[in-house]
Nanobody
Framework: QVQLVESGGGLVQPGGSLRLSCAAS????????MVWIRQAPGKEREFVAR????????SYADAVKGRFTISRDNAKNTVYLQMNSLKPEDTANYYC?????????????WGQGTQVTVSS
């Protein structure tokens, strides 16, 4: 069993930065690939980034490539999403999720989400 708690969201101006954190409980955290997904009001959920259980492989949505960086610290049971050059279209509720495989889109565990608002 893995429980996920996101933090770090907030209000930021366009061009600004935020770092989201996802703290996991449970010994199995280091065996899961981790994913960030976002959902804006009235829109479908959208994949943002994923990282393998070792941290050696990452993947990004085209919309965030070059601006966002996913990382993890298995010793701290935490995955991060560094978001730079934020745009109003990045406004969404951001969720972290745990997956058994780097390549799957089926997620075993979800956090409750953290709101990111990009506005002047």
């Amino acid at each position: 069993q893995v429980q996920l708690v996101e933090s770090g969201g907030g209000l930021v101006q366009p061009g600004g930065s935020l770092r989201l954190s996802c703290a996991a409980s449970g010994r199995a955290f280091s065996t899961y690939a981790m994913v960030w997904i976002r959902q804006a009001p009235g829109k479908e959920r959208e994949f943002v980034a994923r990282i393998s259980w070792t941290g050696g492989s990452t993947s990004y949505a085209d919309a965030v490539k070059g601006r966002f960086t996913i990382s993890r610290d298995n010793a701290k049971n935490t995955v991060y999403l560094q978001m730079n050059s934020l745009k109003p279209e990045d406004t969404a509720n951001y969720y972290c999720a745990a997956a058994r495989s780097f390549y799957t889109s089926e997620y075993d565990y979800w956090g409750q989400g953290t709101q990111v608002t990009v506005s002047s």
